[in-house]
């Protein structure tokens, strides 16, 4: 199996800052047609949407699942992915599809969530088959939601890979509210009612595998086991390579981190721990 990881070149070490600077300075900034029957309507307009879906022309075109990259909070999906994981991947022959969430996904994760479901209803079908999802941080928390509460969702779906992703709050998102507080960032503090609602159920589900990759460094997920989701193959970085310092933004796009993805991507079942 291949090996080559998504490195950051010279010239994308702006990129790298600003996805820095965002997480450090976070802020606040016709309903779809219904989905099938047991799911909620989409509350989302369809053409805001279909707008923020961005794929291959010829999706569907390789022999490889799709992947739909989701992004974290207080960037877009360019600055996580565009230069790291969606080139990456795409060289490997898998069709990458990413979505930009609203406000850069500072807003309420219900409805950023729509965004994914659409994502992911597309991509199925137009590849006739399912396909595979990544999350960053609180991108996790958005396919959670999207798979919890659109059933239908789960039998489109193959793989999902959470990096770094506060499965039950993180200690940062209730220090960021003392003053003011975007409401994505009130609703992954430890205890909101988003969270016991999300964590109230089965936190796998559907016939999908799970894989939850996070590192003892991370110190915007803080502590760094509430990366660590019941029912799901979670992996420590620094248990595949003890050494290794890998930060929250570090996960996007270091070489260890890349090759368990890839490993999760194209085994049956999740990654190896």
């Not at 699942?65 to 207080?74: F, I, K, S």
């Not at 990413?98 to 994760?109: E, F, H, I, N």
């Not at 016939?207 to 019941?230: A, E, N």
Request: glycine share 10%; aromatic share 6%.
């Amino acid at each position: 199996m291949p090996t080559a990881a998504p490195a950051p070149r010279p010239l994308r070490w702006r990129a790298l800052g600003a996805l820095c600077a965002a997480l450090l300075t976070l802020s606040p900034a016709a309903p779809s047609a219904a989905t099938p029957m047991g799911d909620p309507p989409l509350s989302v307009p369809a053409d805001r949407l279909a707008a923020a879906l961005d794929c291959p022309p010829d999706l569907g075109g390789s022999a490889r699942d799709a992947v739909l990259l989701v992004h974290g909070t207080g960037v877009d999906a360019d600055l996580n992915w565009g230069w790291n994981y969606a080139p990456a991947l795409s060289e490997l022959g898998y069709d990458v599809c990413t979505v930009d969430l609203p406000g850069r996904s500072l807003v309420d994760v219900q409805e950023s969530a729509e965004y994914v479901v659409h994502a992911l209803t597309t991509m199925r079908a137009a590849t006739g088959r399912k396909v595979d999802a990544i999350g960053h941080s609180q991108g996790g928390l958005q396919l959670r939601w999207a798979l919890t509460y659109w059933p239908s969702l789960r039998g489109s779906v193959d793989d999902v890979v959470s990096l770094g992703t506060p499965e039950y709050g993180a200690a940062a998102g209730g220090l960021a509210c003392i003053l003011s507080c975007a409401p994505a960032l009130h609703q992954m503090s430890p205890g909101s009612a988003f969270l016991k609602a999300l964590n109230s159920g089965d936190p796998t589900p559907g016939d999908v595998s799970y894989t939850g990759i996070y590192t003892r460094d991370d110190l915007v997920v803080t502590p760094y086991r509430t990366s660590v989701r019941q029912g799901a193959r979670n992996i420590k970085v620094q248990d595949v390579c003890g050494v290794r310092l890998v930060t929250h933004i570090g996960l996007v796009y270091d070489s260890v981190t890349f090759r368990l993805v890839r490993d999760a991507l194209d085994r049956p079942g999740p990654a190896a721990s």
